[in-house]
């Protein structure tokens, strides 16, 4: 069966890698896609910008951790309400709140 991540509107098909809020499909890119997995594995944990990086790009030298802030500004846009649980922990990174 297919793995499905289903969070207060928000439904992310993990295999079809297609993501949907109430029922209205929403357009990720690769990383876009990648980054919210790894938020929704690590709901309500504090994850620092450079842990976000290492994990999602797998550490390429060519990205720094300002490419996470425009990832997670792009998909919080995206997402619409549902962006509004990525939440900015001051000098830290971001958190994914249920």
Not at 4 to 24: P, T
Not at 51 to 71: C, F, N, S, Y
Not at 80 to 87: A, D, E, T, Y
């Amino acid at each position: 069966p297919e793995q499905i991540f289903s969070v207060e509107g928000l439904k992310v098909f993990v295999d079809r890698r297609q993501c949907e809020y109430k029922g209205k499909e929403i357009k990720l890119t690769r990383l876009e896609f990648d980054l919210l997995m790894y938020f929704l594995r690590q709901v309500n944990r504090v994850l620092p910008r450079s842990v976000i990086l290492e994990a999602v790009w797998q550490g390429d030298p060519t990205m720094t951790t300002r490419t996470v802030d425009k990832h997670v500004e792009t998909l919080r846009r995206k997402l619409g309400p549902f962006g509004k649980r990525l939440q900015t922990v001051i000098r830290v990174g971001y958190m994914l709140t249920d």
